[in-house]
């Protein structure tokens, strides 16, 4: 059995972090000791490690639980968990497309400076200009890039 403190150490979850997954429901109740003090198991350093490995990979806490719960029935058809996996990989390829374009624009900025004074700065002519940066040169809106 371990201590809250020792879990933490054995999954690199931090301790705010494992009661939060507590408070709604990710990770079940623990054991308590006499002193009242939280006591979990391997499955619980299992569960906790799944969830920390899937955060990792971006994916968000209700797909985690929806994982979690499809990883309990594992006599089940895998589509659930492809499906998820697939909508995450959406989700990741949209955010790098977004980052490419702000890469794209803070390059286009950059490029057109003339290396002379603040006055005659492009970088901040065009932070300046809220109308000039909204949108990439691909008709893409860079503000929704946040």
Not at 37 to 42: D, F, I, S
Not at 48 to 63: N, V
Not at 72 to 92: F, I, Y
């Amino acid at each position: 059995m371990l201590t809250i403190g020792k879990l933490s150490e054995a999954t690199g979850v931090k301790v705010p972090t494992i009661r939060y997954y507590e408070e709604i429901g990710l990770m079940p109740e623990p054991e308590r000791s006499a002193a009242n003090q939280r006591l979990y198991g391997a499955a619980a350093k299992r569960r906790l490690a799944f969830i920390r490995h899937a955060r990792d990979l971006g994916f968000p806490l209700e797909a985690i639980r929806d994982l979690l719960s499809l990883s309990d029935h594992p006599e089940q058809s895998c589509a659930g968990v492809d499906a998820l996996a697939r909508a995450q990989l959406t989700a990741v390829q949209s955010r790098i497309a977004r980052l490419r374009a702000l890469e794209d624009e803070l390059t286009r900025m950059i490029g057109a400076c003339a290396q002379g004074t603040v006055s005659t700065c492009r970088v901040i002519e065009v932070l300046g200009d809220h109308g000039l940066c909204a949108h990439d040169h691909h008709g893409g809106s860079l503000t929704e890039a946040g």
